[in-house]
């Protein structure tokens, strides 16, 4: 039998393609999870302009919540562990827009009872909240006004004192608020 380069040439090419797709994927520490439908580009595209600007950061997109609570939370706890317990000083972000809000808060919720501190998590348009944990360092809360918008707010675990937590509302819609400037630019400078 003999080996010919063309034949193979499919499986390269979309090994290539994979690997170029998921950029950062292997030093990702800020974990950004879109909401439900967000793997719609016209529904996603906030988070995904966020994940642009934050090298290392992975994110995660899917369009039912079955796929956010069976795989998506799943992976990011599993790739947290593990990179955790090679690395225990690496900061962890935790980064969450209407769904995906609820996930994160679900996380960080799930990393405290493990001994896993969190260095930021930021809150957007979430609908059902955890309250945050004294093993979060910093978190923000986003909120919009328009009617479309949940507007709820996070609150911190009873006998949380140490979390630095800012809320803030904008006059924006709630897809619309994934890509607000002034919200990527606090996310930004709290991760830092």
């Known amino acids: 039998m003999r080996f ?13 393609l994979v690997a170029v797709m998921v950029p950062g994927s292997a030093q990702a520490r800020t974990y950004i999870v ?22 290392g950061s992975k994110v995660f997109s899917y369009i039912t919540a079955i796929e956010g609570n ?3 939370k799943p992976r990011i706890l599993q790739d947290i562990e593990a990179r955790y317990s090679k690395n225990p ?3 962890i972000n935790l ?19 493990k001994g896993i501190p969190v260095n930021y998590l930021g809150i957007i348009e979430g609908t059902s909240l955890r309250a945050i ?4 360092r910093k978190a923000d809360n986003f909120i919009c006004t328009s009617a479309e918008c949940s507007k709820k707010r996070v609150r ?11 809320q803030f ?3 924006d819609g709630h897809i619309d608020l994934g890509n607000n400037k002034k919200v990527h630019s606090r996310i930004i400078s709290r991760i830092r």
């Open 4 to 16: 010919k380069v063309a034949n193979f040439l499919p499986l390269i090419v979309s090994a290539f």
């Open 34 to 55: 879109n909401g439900i439908a967000s793997a719609v580009p016209f529904i996603g595209y906030g988070m995904n302009n966020l994940g642009k600007r934050i090298p």
């Open 70 to 72: 069976r795989v998506i």
């Open 89 to 91: 000083g690496e900061p």
């Open 95 to 113: 980064i969450g827009i209407s769904y995906g809000a609820n996930l994160v808060s679900e996380i960080a919720g799930r990393l405290a009872k």
């Open 133 to 136: 944990p004294a093993t979060v």
């Open 156 to 166: 911190l675990a009873g006998g949380n004192n140490s979390t630095s937590l800012g």
């Open 169 to 171: 509302t904008y006059d």
